[in-house]
């Protein structure tokens, strides 16, 4: 593999070697420029994993580049060096996206840990088995900033935090946010999906088991909250965990203890939990599905990502960063959206968000010639707009009375169709259709299939 390169940007040119040395030291290849416009020119001419610009330049600020960097180069995470003690513009470089900052007189291992993290992130992006496909968070609409910064926020922290919003929102990108902006980056992120998990084998998926402990059990096992040790258990689709298995990790949140299968004995753990969902978890405890207690616990700290409907303004930026990173995995030069396509898609209500958006413009791609995404290329469902899909978690929207029902029409559709497809498999309707086999079940009752 090739090194990583970085571009650092800084008018004084001890700084400049200083953080050079530093960055190739750790093995990385170093650019250099003085000043905004030769930033930009290397910027167009080259690919960098991360770009590093000092505040002050003599053509221009940090934060003009770092501006320019979030329409021109959005697959380059930045960061910025700033004054000692100028927070303000700290908070300012990274509500338009810098994803960190680090101060004069600078520190040089946090230095090292803050690139570190930034290639981390850049490797991620570019491993196609990553369930995530960018681990930065674009979008300049003020929800987007808001989120960001309250990611900053609770990254600090180590309290639990569960991150809400409709499907294809970004949920699970911003708990690796979270994790890669906080104190417990170097420790591992470990996902767990509770729909996936069969019910009878989430115990000893989750807290492990010991040999013989049943049936197969053949040798001691670590569960996935172990394998977290030190690092982060994100708890995905948590409003699928059966009862049963609630009272468990309540023991885990609460106490900080587990006891693997088969185990008489407890063990400590330290892990930090996340968790998110699509469901409206407050509605499933009203219903009795879902333990208050637990919900009080993995609730201290809420984030809503806003479906993509709420924020039409960050299409753009999404869209260029997606066709980019779809064009470098396809190995061809980066295709262009005409600005026709791209108003068909600002007037889209995206009740897939940003996923549904990644799987247009895939499509999209797959259509074009000549390197250009018109609107014939852009096949959108037929949605209307205005129309939220139904799920708890979005707002409501105003006058969308009927709107629900119109969509549980379509929902109805896809799912009986994706049904007749596979000669009623629920299990392979349940791919089709990208849901769990739990979600599809939990559909068809809702709706009244069958
Ligand atoms: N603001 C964003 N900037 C860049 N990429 C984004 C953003 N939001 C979402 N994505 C991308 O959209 C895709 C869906 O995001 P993610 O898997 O985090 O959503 P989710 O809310 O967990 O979805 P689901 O409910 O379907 O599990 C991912 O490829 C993710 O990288
Ligand atoms: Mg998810």
């Known amino acids: 593999m090739s090194k990583p390169v970085v571009l650092i940007v800084d008018d004084e040119p001890d700084l400049l070697e200083l953080v050079s040395l530093t960055l190739s030291r ?73 994803f960190d900052f680090v101060s004069k007189p600078l520190d040089l291992s946090v230095l090292r840990k803050l690139v570190g993290s930034a290639i981390k992130l850049g490797a991620r992006a570019d491993d196609a088995t990553a369930t995530t496909a960018s681990a930065r968070l674009l979008g300049h609409s003020p929800i987007m900033q808001q989120l960001r910064e309250m990611i900053g926020r609770v990254a600090r922290s180590q309290a639990p935090v569960h991150i809400y919003g409709e499907s294809g929102t970004g949920k699970e990108l911003v708990a690796r946010l979270i994790h890669e902006s906080g104190a417990r980056s170097e420790g591992p992120f470990v996902p767990v999906n509770c729909g996936a998990i069969p019910t009878e084998l989430m115990e000893s998926e989750l807290f ?40 468990k990790l309540l023991r885990l949140v609460q106490e900080k203890t587990i006891r693997p299968v088969g185990e008489s004995r407890e063990e400590s753990v330290d892990v930090r939990i996340l968790s998110a969902t699509h469901k409206n978890l407050s509605d499933l405890v009203a219903e009795g599905r879902f333990r208050e207690d637990l919900f009080y616990r993995i609730n201290v700290i809420e984030l809503r990502v806003a479906s993509l409907r709420e924020r039409p303004e960050d299409i753009p930026v999404l869209a260029g960063a997606i066709l980019a990173r779809l064009c470098r995995r396809m190995k061809m030069e980066t295709a262009r959206i005409s600005a026709e396509a791209m108003q068909a898609l600002q007037a889209y209500p995206f009740p897939g968000n940003v996923r549904e958006l990644e799987n247009v413009l895939e499509r999209a791609l ?85």
């Open 26 to 98: 750790m093995s990385l290849e170093t650019h250099t420029a003085a000043d905004v416009a030769s930033a930009q020119r290397l910027l167009k001419a080259q690919h960098f994993d991360l770009c590093l610009t000092d505040m002050r330049l003599p053509d221009g600020d940090g934060l003009d580049l770092v501006e320019w960097i979030q329409t021109h180069r959005t697959d380059v995470p930045v960061a910025v060096i700033t004054a000692h003690g100028n927070i303000q513009s700290a908070v300012r470089a990274l509500k338009l996206g810098a």
């Open 208 to 247: 492990g088991h010991k040999r013989g402990s049943f049936t197969g059990a053949v040798a001691d096992k670590k569960g996935l909250v172990q394998s977290a040790e030190g690092g982060t258990l994100f708890l995905d689709e948590v409003a699928d965990l059966p009862l049963h298995m609630q009272v």
């Open 366 to 450: 797959t259509l074009s010639t000549g390197g250009v995404i018109t609107p014939e290329h852009i096949k959108l469902r037929a949605v209307q707009r205005g129309a939220a899909p139904h799920t708890p978690a979005s707002a409501p929207v105003n006058g969308s009375v009927g709107l629900g029902h119109q969509l549980e029409d379509i929902e109805r559709e896809a799912i009986v169709k994706a049904l007749e497809k596979t000669r009623y498999n629920k299990t392979a309707a349940a791919k089709l259709l990208g849901m769990t086999f739990r979600a599809l079940r939990y559909r068809i009752k809702k709706l009244g299939i069958e």
